[in-house]
């Protein structure tokens, strides 16, 4: 059960700073509140009961989203559902749909938050991987003597491990800056015991631009969750695939420059039998999602099986 | 405890009440609306029996702060159709016959409504995807999904809307489709389970559950949370005013600890108090003292000499032994071509119905203890408990509610004993329910077996001999385990007709969790084992696994190894049918892996894969948010 003495849902970014800043200890933000709820329960947290909880999810400056010079501004209110029914954030963000449909589902999507899913850290956050291909910032606010201060921090360094990040006393993360993929084939692969609803065991996310002939990798974006405390990018992986002919010589090749990624103290060799096969088919469905499918789609569970 | 002023719009109608600070939306509609059709199967977002629209969105309402509501447009299961109506989808579930037990269906057609109102043309796969987040473990899926086609071909007029009405009444209800006389009461949300009745005066139950696997109980001390404002009563197995015990077959657990506790999440105490909160406050109070002892976890470790025992009455652990012989085994063996030994290990499985245990209990002006539950076995429990509170039959009454899923996990009276004590002592109607951790940490499991097959035959594929020997975990109590030792013992070998057996299924006590009944009752583990024998059995003799089952099959006129006459048989009809629908490609079933020629037919089942919007790309933005 999760209680509280005061339950606060401020309108306006100030107003929330000031609760916040001002929150006895213990107290604790949330947006959509899709995590805390089942995490304040038996065999978690246990029942909770916090001084004050703030609810920011009215709060109309962190709503919606705004595409500025080739970058992609994602409000902390945003959720994961509009990835899959906003148009423009699929032109935008191709990769993102997938990753939305992947996660949770429909409901809880209409309530979750990106924001709230990076910044819990979780290393098996599916939202994270894919803010870190497409370079993401966090945007950060805080109150410095009665007006709003402003920081921004690469997401690579946001996150320190599992549920660690750089946010200090007082701050809230207030938006997600991306670059913006369009012209891009997106891709999200997981693992999981079921395909709605599950924590992810491994993610990934495959992000491609070819060149105008289609013939050769113009660019590539490769980020994994799931295989150690936090997100990596493969950025040896991506280096090899650009100017590369596309083929399935290429990316059997460049999987081989992957090395040895996990990082994660349980099930180790599965991870790492996985990840090989994971970058292979984010390559490919993002090839498909550009319209180049080096495989039909039934070869795809027989050709991805590591052997 | 601060309460929030809500206003908001429920069902069509101005809602003007408090809520408290820690109720989420699901405990504001059902406490205080009473609006009950919305359940609540897992409280952490995983089941969607709570699926309401917030603003025309579906989500999920135990995930939702009531505070979020606050202002909003609700919709719930008791607003989709005009009283005494129902939608079209309503309709749908209703003659497809996609309510069984009822307790996922009102967030099923919720989610269901959802799913065509996001997309009125939706296909399979969308409407898959759609309903992703609603778990059913009743239907396999199949007939809702019927329904919600059905629906959306009558909406979208492909079907005339005379395509809802139920079948003709047919001369015979054998062969006929009948319409469940319950659906509709299911599809609207309108019926009662256990947890939705409240009665004046209720108090609300909580349970002290052991944190150890194995220990002497020193001492309870309930003086501070007896003294605690609100609480009505705490009880222990000091308040059994009888002979303590119950059980499907031994009726050795008591109603809660009684100087010892078995297993982690065994009951200690119990209070009712005015309200769930002040009631869990004092569990907090309670003072237990444990003296640890030894603890067996293994089923076959219970069973070596020197193992910690669990029940004085049982110094070898064993709750039940059934031995089978028939013929001679040893000759069976001598007399084979190919000996085939290998073990098999089943693990235990939880029920997960969606409704978890829930029960009421009030003495009544007449002075009857009446417990109205969803148990599978009410005459039995009633007997049970007339001896335990020490009550003449006729002053025990039992009400049967409805069961959302029980698959024989609701056999078992594990909380009904402490809802009848507490209401003798307080006076007052007591209301137990169940969190899905409790449901899953103190209820009973399948039956974890280790199974060792030993099996001759010869090179025709004619089995010489079986050797079985199970041994089942039954955890610190005897539940059903005796009879699901007999089951499994009975169909050990399968539908085979051999000549000579030796059978041994053990259910031994550990400090695990109690197994229980589960559906199949035991056969479930012996056939896995058994099946999987004769595959590997036609993999070394190039068989084809269909021919090795014809070779050995019972025909009519057959009789089992525990002597029973079969009239008649129709294994023969089933495998063959098998065989067709399949479209089974013959010859044995090692020899060619990946190339099968029988895969990937029409009619296979294909996986499920998500994507199917973004596939069709149907889902166009109307309602575009830019900041």
């Given amino acids: ?307 | 405890m601060s309460s929030l002023d809500m206003e908001l719009t429920v069902n069509g109608r101005a809602v003007k009440r408090p809520a408290k600070a820690r109720m989420r939306l699901l405990d504001f509609l059902r406490d205080e609306l009473n609006l009950t059709g919305t359940k609540e199967g897992c409280g952490a977002g995983e089941c969607g029996t709570c699926s309401v629209f917030v603003d025309g969105k579906l989500v999920k309402s135990c995930l939702m702060p009531a505070a979020k509501a606050n202002g909003a447009t609700i919709e719930t299961v008791e607003g989709l159709a005009k009283r005494g109506g129902l939608t079209y989808l309503q309709q749908a579930f209703h003659k497809t016959g996609a309510s069984q037990c009822g307790y996922c269906i009102p967030g099923m057609v919720m989610a269901a409504t959802g799913a065509l109102r996001e997309n009125p043309h939706a296909g399979l796969d969308e409407i898959k995807e759609r309903l992703g987040g609603n778990i059913c473990r009743c239907t396999g899926y199949s007939k809702i999904f019927e329904a919600v086609e059905l629906a959306r071909d009558v909406m979208n007029g492909a079907l005339p809307v005379t395509a809802l009405d139920g079948p003709g009444a047919g001369a015979s209800y054998i062969g006929n489709n009948v319409r469940r006389l319950d659906a509709p009461s299911k599809v609207t949300g309108a019926l009662k389970y256990a947890g939705d009745m409240v009665m004046p005066g209720m108090l609300h139950m909580q349970v002290l559950r052991s944190p150890v696997a194995h220990a002497l109980i020193k001492s309870i001390d309930i003086s501070e949370a007896e003294a605690m404002p609100g609480v009505e009563c705490v009880i222990t197995a000091d308040d059994v005013p009888g002979e303590d015990g119950f059980g499907v077959f031994v009726h050795d657990q008591p109603i809660m600890a009684r100087g010892r506790v078995r297993y982690v999440g065994e009951a200690i105490a119990a209070v009712a108090a005015v309200d769930v909160e002040t009631a869990m406050a004092a569990l907090g109070k309670i003072k237990v003292e444990y003296e640890n002892l030894p603890a067996v976890f293994d089923a076959e470790a219970a069973m070596a000499s020197g193992a910690p025992v669990l029940h004085d009455y049982a110094p070898d652990n064993i709750v039940k032994h059934i031995p089978i012989r028939k013929g001679d085994v040893e000759a069976g063996f001598a007399d084979a071509e190919l000996v085939v030994e290998q073990s098999y290990e089943t693990q235990p499985v939880e029920h997960a119905y969606l409704e978890p245990e829930a029960g009421l209990a009030y003495v009544d002006h007449d002075g009857v203890v009446t417990v109205i539950s969803p148990s599978q076995n009410i005459t039995h429990h009633r007997h049970m408990l007339a001896k335990i509170i020490d009550r003449p039959i006729n002053k025990v009454r039992f009400i049967m509610s409805p069961v959302g899923g029980g698959f024989g996990g609701k056999e078992d009276m594990i909380y009904q004993g402490m809802l009848a004590l507490a209401a003798m002592k307080s006076g007052l109607p007591v209301r137990l329910v169940f969190t899905r951790e409790e449901s899953i940490i103190s209820t009973a499991k399948r039956h974890p077996a280790r199974i060792t097959y030993k099996m001759g035959l010869k090179n025709d594929g004619r089995i010489t001999a079986v050797e079985f020997r199970m041994i089942s975990d039954g955890g610190a109590y005897g539940l059903s385990t005796e009879g699901v030792m007999r089951k499994a013992a009975i169909l050990s070998c399968g539908p085979y007709d051999i000549a000579n057996v030796k059978i041994d299924t053990h259910g031994v006590y550990t400090n695990n969790t109690p197994s229980g009944a589960f559906r199949t009752f035991g056969a479930m583990q012996a056939q896995f084992a058994t099946e999987s024998h004769l595959d590997i059995c036609a993999g070394k003799l190039g068989l084809d696994p269909f021919e090795i089952r014809r070779v050995n099959m019972m025909r009519s006129g057959a009789s089992t190894h525990t002597k029973q006459k079969l009239g008649s048989v129709s294994l023969g009809l089933a495998l063959e049918a098998a065989e067709k629908a399949s479209g089974w490609e013959s010859g044995p079933s090692v020899a060619r892996g990946g190339v099968r020629g029988d895969l990937g037919r029409a009619g296979n089942r294909e996986p499920c894969t998500l994507g199917a919007r973004i596939r069709t790309s149907h889902d166009v933005d109307t309602k575009e948010d830019i900041a």
């Fill in chain 1, 1 to 307: 059960m999760l209680n509280c003495d005061q339950y606060l849902m401020p309108e306006t970014l100030e107003e929330a700073l000031a609760q916040w800043v001002g929150a006895p200890e213990g107290s604790r933000l949330l947006a959509g509140g899709t995590d805390i709820l089942p995490w304040a329960r038996e065999g978690r947290a246990g029942h909770m009961h916090l001084p004050a909880i703030i609810d920011i999810s009215r709060v109309k400056e962190l709503h919606g989203y705004d595409v500025v010079d080739g970058r992609v501004r994602l409000g902390a209110n945003l959720v994961f559902q509009r990835f899959l029914t906003s148009e423009s954030l699929r032109h935008h963000l191709p990769c993102m749909p997938h990753c939305a449909v992947w996660f949770a589902d429909d409901q809880i999507r209409e309530q979750a938050t990106l924001v709230g899913n990076i910044v819990n850290a979780s290393p098996a956050a599916d939202g994270t991987p894919a803010i870190f291909a497409m370079n993401g910032t966090v945007e950060i606010a805080r109150l410095d003597g009665g007006s709003v201060a402003r920081r921004s921090v690469a997401i690579g360094d946001f996150i320190t491990g599992p549920g660690g990040t750089t946010l200090e006393a007082g701050e809230i993360l207030t938006a997600v800056a991306c670059d913006s993929m369009a012209g891009y084939g997106g891709a999200f692969e997981k693992v999981g015991q079921r395909r709605s609803l599950v924590i992810s065991v491994v993610c990934a996310v495959g992000l491609v631009k070819l060149s105008p002939d289609k013939k050769t990798f113009a660019d590539v974006r490769l980020a994994m969750g799931g295989i150690g405390p936090v997100p990596i990018r493969l950025d040896a992986v991506e280096a090899f695939l650009k100017g590369q002919p596309v083929s399935r010589k290429s990316i059997l090749a460049a999987v081989k420059t992957a090395g040895d990624l996990v990082r994660s103290r349980t099930r180790r060799e599965y991870r790492s039998e996985v990840i090989r096969g994971f970058i292979e088919r984010a390559v490919e469905d993002a090839l498909a999602d550009c319209g180049v499918a080096l495989l039909p789609p039934e070869m795809k569970e027989a050709v991805h099986v590591v052997t």
